[in-house]
């Protein structure tokens, strides 16, 4: 029943108001029989960690199901346990982490309803465990989430509101990512003047970022991240030059460990060449992302594939985009 519930952004704001508003004093302790200390933490922060690797190398569908029986075995059975505040902030904050996940895999395979809840569930364990780095670390992938689905506006909201959380939190690596997914949901909405107003923030934050302190589900914000970032955020614009240069920047990254966003850039930079009139480039990139895409297990990965080929589908003449469709096709979302 909940895999049919629909995706609607609205339902993201009432949580991040509370945010916002809602002092931080919870203690939250357990009465229940089994004794749950910094080990069975631990444990939840390892294995979240290891699915976290597996979903950026192979992609949410091999992951989903796993990381939430994991949930609604492992982590429940320690929720109803018996702890003080202490270790229930900590367990709290662990749990909310793989929920987190447990949303952005849904999210990747196109279950966006079921996604959007566990995102919300997430951010109210997040408040539970005064996490406010992780919680506007999971505003920010509610940003993420809108700003993909077309509602640039609450994605623009949403990512202001987890830029004032993160910098609550002092973590100016999350501010830099919360400032260029405004700028993406601006660019989204058309809106170039303020959009790079943004960027411009974003660049500033991530200069003073140090990510040696910054935790360690972060770790995927780097320059070649923040540079796909801007990429988007030109193709939106229509911008296919300047979008190239970032794709191009992009690629510069750990296509081992990140292999779905590499060809999340590989179709950014495909992208941009055939805004940019290189059809032939547009193509050969093209052939590049959907190799890149086979044995990942993403809707995201195969939209994005799909966005490209309906751009080149006019030119369907060209020998060189002939090739890429023929080799394209199977890969496509089915219709």
Not at 74 to 91: C, I, S
Not at 97 to 125: F, P, V
Request: charged content about 25%; aromatic content about 8%; hydrophobic content about 45%.
């Amino acid at each position: 029943m909940l895999r049919a519930v629909g995706f609607s952004a609205t339902a993201f704001m009432a949580p991040a108001m509370r945010w916002l508003v809602s002092p931080m004093d919870e203690r939250p302790s357990g009465d229940g029989d089994r004794l749950i200390g910094e080990p069975d933490v631990e444990t939840v922060k390892r294995i979240t960690a290891t699915y976290r690797t597996l979903d950026n190398q192979f992609g949410g569908g091999h992951v989903r199901e796993s990381i939430v029986r994991f949930l609604q075995g492992e982590v429940a059975a320690m929720l109803q346990g018996r702890y003080d505040a202490n270790t229930g902030r900590a367990l709290l904050s662990a749990a909310a982490e793989a929920t987190q996940l447990a949303g952005w895999a849904s999210y990747d395979i196109g279950m966006n309803g079921l996604a959007q809840r566990y995102m919300i569930q997430a951010l109210r364990l997040a408040y539970g465990a005064g996490d406010r780095a992780l919680g506007a670390e999971i505003l920010a992938a509610m940003s993420h989430q809108a700003a993909y689905l077309n509602a640039s506006a609450h994605a623009v909201d949403l990512a202001r509101a987890a830029g004032r959380v993160a910098a609550e939190a002092g973590i100016k690596a999350i501010e830099a990512e919360s400032a260029v997914l405004e700028a993406q949901g601006l660019a989204s909405g058309g809106d170039e003047a303020a959009c790079a107003k943004a960027l411009d923030r974003a660049e500033r934050a991530f200069d003073k970022a140090d990510r040696t302190s910054a935790p360690q589900w972060i770790g995927y914000f780097d320059e070649s991240y923040l540079a796909a970032k801007f990429g988007h955020c030109f193709a939106a614009l229509g911008r296919g030059d300047l979008a190239r240069r970032f794709a191009e920047r992009s690629l510069d990254m750990d296509g081992q460990h990140y292999a779905r966003g590499k060809q999340f850039n590989l179709a950014l930079l495909a992208t941009a060449h055939a805004q940019a009139g290189d059809l032939d480039q547009a193509s050969a990139v093209g052939l590049q992302t959907v190799d890149a895409a086979e044995g990942l297990d993403s809707m995201r990965a195969r939209d994005y594939l799909g966005e490209l080929s309906d751009r080149l589908a006019k030119h369907v003449g060209l020998p060189a985009v002939r090739e890429f469709t023929e080799r394209a096709r199977p890969v496509l979302p089915a219709v």
